[in-house]
């Protein structure tokens, strides 16, 4: 019986051997291509290769898992999808893309092997499922124990619809006062345990390659996304974009000065770093 196959795509190498060697230890048949960095590559890897199964990093340069899982769609032998994201919220978007499940990084082996259980079964039996049954059984897991059902004890009333991701891994949604929802708390690991800060705790985000410091008035604290997947969540009345790798919490800022240089940057409440505004943002504390 020839050995099922699979594709990495993800673009952190260290987050990407992380899961090869997991999935040695978990799925020890299974004969691993050489990693895809990005999203461009991934799809000609499949169309090339066909694997069986492709681990795809939500967020990647070229094109998006999601673009990747759309163009695999379109194949006549698509493989099996698992989302491999930072947040949950992606979920509803697996859905449309019918993935056979999701992982959240960093990735735990007891998740891994629950996925991997679930990818041999649909490849034992690729017809067995139609799109709407893997559909109701992704809702049923985000429910019932999931990433997203029911952590920290949260349970969804029998009224809520069963498809509406409650909270991410690093970063707590919060009740919408209009059509949207923002977060109201950051939850980062410091060592062996876990801070939870509330979002008007946070003097400003700065990015840091994949990863977003929290600066806080207690110190810096990491949280495992990108500003760009950051920023939609955060309440724009709130925090401001001061720079293409700066938001900052207008609520801490107490004046906006000028360098002897002619740049602008702000003097906050309880921090004392200078935050720097780029010229694209300048207008946004022009009269202040």
Same mark, same amino acid.
């Given at each position: 019986?020839?050995?099922?196959?699979?594709?990495?795509?993800?673009?952190?190498?260290?987050?990407?051997?992380?899961?090869?060697?997991?999935?040695?230890?978990?799925?020890?048949?299974?004969?691993?291509?050489?990693?895809?960095?990005?999203?461009?590559?991934?799809?000609?890897?499949?169309?090339?290769?066909?694997?069986?199964?492709?681990? %795809?990093?939500?967020?990647? +340069?070229?094109?998006?898992?999601?673009? !990747? &899982? $759309?163009?695999?769609? #379109? =194949?006549?032998? *698509?493989?099996?999808?698992?989302?491999?994201?930072?947040?949950?919220?992606?979920?509803?978007?697996?859905?449309?893309?019918?993935?056979?499940?999701?992982? %959240?990084?960093?990735?735990? +082996?007891?998740?891994?092997?629950?996925? !991997? &259980? $679930?990818?041999?079964? #649909? =490849?034992?039996? *690729?017809?067995?499922?139609?799109?709407?049954?893997?559909?109701?059984?992704?809702?049923?897991?985000?429910?019932?124990?999931?990433?997203?059902?029911?952590?920290?004890?949260?349970?969804?009333?029998?009224?809520?619809p069963s498809d509406t991701p409650e909270e991410t891994p690093a970063l707590r949604a919060a009740p919408a006062t209009d059509t949207r929802?923002?977060?109201?708390?950051?939850?980062?690991?410091?060592?062996?345990?876990?801070?939870?800060?509330?979002?008007?705790?946070?003097?400003?985000?700065?990015?840091?390659?994949?990863?977003?410091?929290?600066?806080?008035?207690?110190?810096?604290?990491?949280?495992?996304?990108?500003?760009?997947?950051?920023?939609?969540?955060?309440?724009?009345?709130?925090?401001?974009?001061?720079?293409?790798?700066?938001?900052?919490?207008?609520?801490?800022?107490?004046?906006?000065?000028?360098?002897?240089?002619?740049?602008?940057?702000?003097?906050?409440?309880?921090?004392?770093?200078?935050?720097?505004?780029?010229?694209?943002?300048?207008?946004?504390?022009?009269?202040?």
């Open positions: 019986m020839t050995s099922p196959v699979a594709l990495i795509a993800e673009d952190e190498p260290l987050l990407a051997d992380a899961l090869r060697t997991m999935l040695a230890q978990t799925w020890p048949a299974l004969h691993v291509l050489p990693v895809a960095p990005d999203g461009t590559s991934a799809i000609a890897t499949i169309a090339q290769a066909q694997p069986d199964v492709v681990f %795809l990093d939500i967020s990647m +340069p070229g094109a998006t898992g999601l673009d !990747v &899982a $759309r163009a695999c769609a #379109r =194949l006549t032998r *698509p493989p099996q999808i698992v989302f491999v994201t930072a947040f949950d919220r992606f979920a509803l978007d697996a859905f449309d893309a019918a993935a056979v499940d999701y992982l %959240l990084k960093p990735v735990e +082996p007891d998740r891994l092997a629950r996925t !991997v &259980a $679930r990818v041999r079964e #649909r =490849l034992a039996a *690729p017809d067995g499922g139609t799109l709407s049954q893997l559909l109701a059984t992704l809702r049923t897991h985000l429910e019932e124990g999931g990433p997203s059902g029911q952590r920290n004890g949260q349970q969804k009333g029998k009224g809520q929802e923002y977060l109201r708390f950051v939850r980062a690991s410091v060592r062996d345990e876990i801070r939870i800060v509330p979002v008007e705790d946070v003097c400003f985000f700065e990015a840091a390659d994949k990863y977003v410091v929290v600066a806080t008035t207690d110190g810096d604290l990491l949280i495992r996304t990108s500003l760009r997947e950051l920023i939609p969540q955060l309440d724009p009345s709130r925090f401001w974009q001061v720079h293409r790798s700066t938001v900052v919490n207008v609520a801490e800022v107490v004046s906006a000065q000028h360098t002897p240089l002619g740049r602008l940057t702000l003097k906050l409440k309880r921090r004392k770093d200078r935050v720097a505004v780029s010229r694209q943002y300048a207008h946004l504390f022009r009269q202040m």
